[in-house]
Every structure is written in C-alpha cells, then in structure tokens.
C-alpha cells in the first residue's frame, strides 16, 4: 500500500471514529439546545444595554445566544446568517450602548452580510443551567452480584 493512500485510510478510520464518540446525534443535541434557550427565554424586548461581549453560542444560522455577563444573557432572532455555526468571533452593533431590534445587527465577518436583528429575547440564566444540569443526569441501577457480564 503507498504511503499517500495508507494517510488517507488512517484519517478515514480517525473520523469514523470520532463520529461514534457521541451517543447523541449533532442535530439532536441542536435541537435539545434551541429548545432549552427558547424555554429558558422571556417574552421579546425592544432593546438591551451593550457594553461587551461575555460569550456567545450559535444555535442555527436564525438564532444565537449572547452573554453579556456570566449570568445575563440574551436570545437573539435574526434574519438569517451565513455561516454563523462555523465563524470564529461574531461582533455586535450598537448605538449609545444599547442594541434595538431591526436597527441593529451582528457581524460574522469580512466576507458575509451583517445579520438583522428581529427579535431579542432575555434569558433567565438560572433556569437554562438547570435544564442543563437535568439534562446532564443519568440513570443508574446496581449491578447483579451473580455471574459477571462476560461470562453470561
């Protein structure tokens, strides 16, 4: 086998197995994460104070979380992004320190169109990071003081 073609079978045979590395689905973990912000949003605002960027988590390409602070954050809707899963850094506008729906917009990039913001949303912070810890817990039950599993 030439050596161009075993590289290719080794890094074909790594990505298989990364993909078995996670019990749940890509888009199934998504769509758990969009519901949990959507539970964890309140009713739509006009406006929120901007002084810096904490953190930020995509949820789609038409919505994203942005924290302000460690415990404050907001859910954006916007009018579709190009890309906004895969950028790097995102950027927001703002005028006098606040950001307004359909005025304002976030920026991905040099070579995409800023993304319109049409609805923002505050999230209770609090209840999201139980729903995550919930979500985090498992089931377990005692094993049988029988046979071990192998020998069965």
Excluded at 22 to 47: C, D, I, L
Excluded at 87 to 108: A, E, H, P, R, W
Aim: net charge positive.
């Amino acid at each position: 086998m030439s050596k161009p073609l075993l590289i290719v079978a080794g890094a074909l045979m790594l990505g298989l197995s990364c993909v078995g590395c996670s019990s749940v689905p890509y888009a199934q973990r998504m769509s758990e994460r969009q519901a949990a912000y959507a539970a964890a949003a309140g009713a739509p605002v006009r406006s929120f104070r901007f002084f810096s960027l904490y953190s930020w988590e995509p949820l789609s390409d038409t919505e994203l979380a942005v924290y302000t602070q460690p415990n404050k954050a907001w859910l954006l809707d916007l009018g579709g992004c190009q890309e906004l899963c895969f950028v790097n850094s995102i950027g927001l506008t703002s005028n006098l320190d606040q950001v307004m729906v359909g005025f304002d917009k976030v920026l991905t990039g040099r070579h995409n169109f800023p993304c319109t913001i049409t609805q923002i949303r505050p999230i209770d912070v609090k209840s999201l990071k139980l729903a995550q810890q919930q979500q985090r817990q498992i089931e377990s039950a005692a094993r049988n003081a029988g046979k071990p599993a192998a020998a069965q």
